[in-house]
Structure formats: structure tokens, C-alpha cells
């Protein structure tokens, strides 16, 4: 298994409170990923990294942001949480494009109140 | 826009076959498929690339038409460890590997 880790894995918050996902992988992957899954919606690519301080925008980025410092962290904020960003938030890590899988972490379950 | 998944849901029993379906209005790039289990993260299962030829593993083969934009998903002779959500994921470019994922299909497979 690749070495993907995130924390929390679980997290009750009040609306209006900031809110920090951390992903952790082990692998020296270049490409990090942060998504979102909801019910009925699949899987939705909130922002990505292809590098260090390298981040760019995926279909649902609104009210989140992100930030590489170093190769094996990738976090995620919500600056102040809403009720509608309550999911289950995955990441993901990538070695390359094309040919490359995406390997999933155990997902953050989050619930804003 | 987000793929198309066909069905949504299907039931089997175990050794009968399945085709899941993945359609795209845009040009495709790459086709990835993945598996997810209840309460778990979605495992790769495999990746088909524009040009690139049918892929196999085991008893599960993928297929992908780039004239219609769209990728098969096949399970032959299914056990019960197949059961699960499939989603395919589609890249419109060889660029950072940025997959929109469909809605899934629920498979579903009894004794």
C-alpha cells in the first residue's frame, strides 16, 4: 500500500470556525490531490499540487485553500466552515501524469454543525 | 462535466458477468477505473490511455473507444469480493493527471 496517511480521520466543527486537513505521504510522489465525496456527486477534485508551493484549482475550489511547503505535506483549510462542506474528504498522490495511478488516503470524515 | 456511469446500480450472482459503462462529451486523454468499498478509499483498478489497447486483470478487462468518448468496464464470472462502487475517471489532457470522476455504479454481487 502506498504510504498515504491523513488526519484527522474524523472532525465535528461549528459553522464559522477555520478548519486544517492535513495529508502525509511517504512515497516522494510529485502530484498531491485533495477531493471531496458526497453522495451522488462521485468524487470532486477541490485543488491539486504539482510541486512544491505549486497548486492550481480543481472543479469545486470555493471556500478552500491549499498549501505545499514541503514534498510530503499537502493541506487543506477551509477558512471558515459551512454546513454545505460536510463530506468525506480524500487525498490522493501521483507519481506522474498519463500512465500514473492515483493512490487514495483513508479519507477525513467531517461534519460541520 | 462529469462523466456519465451506466447503470447506476446493478445486482449479481456470483459467477455472472457485468458492463459498466463511461461516457464523456469531451475528448479523452486517459480513462482510469477505480473500486471503493463502503467506509474505505477508492483502489486503482486500471488506466486505459487514448491509442493505448484493451486492458486485462484477471477477470476484469477494460475497453475504451475514442471515436465515441467512451470506456467499458468488464466482469467476468464476478465473486463476491467484487461488490462495491465503480467510478471511472477521465483526463481531457496529459496535464498533472486532473481526473473528473463520474457518480459511480453500485455493484452488488449475492451468493
Known amino acids: 500500500d502506498a504510504g498515504i496517511t491523513q488526519s484527522p480521520r474524523h472532525k465535528v466543527t461549528e459553522t464559522g470556525t477555520p478548519v486544517t486537513l492535513r495529508c502525509h505521504q511517504t512515497?516522494?510522489?510529485?502530484?498531491m490531490y485533495w477531493y471531496r465525496q458526497d453522495p451522488g456527486h462521485g468524487l470532486r477534485l477541490i485543488h491539486y499540487?504539482?510541486?512544491?508551493?505549486?497548486?492550481d484549482k480543481g472543479e469545486v475550489s470555493d471556500g478552500y485553500s491549499v498549501s505545499r511547503s514541503k514534498t510530503e505535506d499537502f493541506l487543506l483549510t477551509l477558512e471558515s466552515a459551512t454546513s454545505s462542506q460536510t463530506s468525506v474528504y480524500f487525498c490522493?498522490?501521483?507519481?506522474?501524469?498519463?500512465?500514473?495511478?492515483?493512490?487514495f488516503g483513508p479519507g477525513t470524515r467531517l461534519t460541520v454543525t | 462535466q462529469q462523466p456519465v456511469q451506466s447503470p447506476q446500480a446493478v445486482i449479481l450472482r456470483e459467477g455472472e458477468d457485468a458492463v459498466i459503462n463511461c461516457s464523456s462529451s469531451?475528448?479523452?486523454?486517459?480513462v482510469h477505473w477505480y473500486r471503493q468499498k463502503h467506509g474505505e478509499a477508492p483502489v486503482f483498478l486500471m488506466i486505459?490511455?487514448?491509442?493505448?489497447e484493451q486492458k486485462g486483470h484477471e477477470k476484469i478487462s477494460a475497453s475504451f473507444n475514442e471515436k465515441k468518448q467512451q470506456s467499458s468496464l468488464y466482469l467476468t464470472a464476478s465473486q463476491l469480493s467484487y461488490s462495491g462502487t465503480y467510478f471511472c475517471?477521465?483526463?481531457?489532457?496529459?496535464?498533472?493527471?486532473?481526473?473528473?470522476f463520474g457518480g459511480g455504479t453500485r455493484l452488488m454481487v449475492k451468493p
Open positions: 490522493a498522490i501521483s507519481s506522474g501524469t498519463g500512465d500514473y495511478e492515483q493512490y
Open positions: 512515497e516522494n510522489h510529485r502530484y
Open positions: 499540487s504539482y510541486g512544491v508551493k505549486d497548486t
Open positions: 469531451k475528448a479523452l486523454y486517459s
Open positions: 486505459l490511455l487514448k491509442g493505448g
Open positions: 475517471g477521465t483526463e481531457v489532457n496529459n496535464a498533472g493527471n486532473m481526473l473528473t
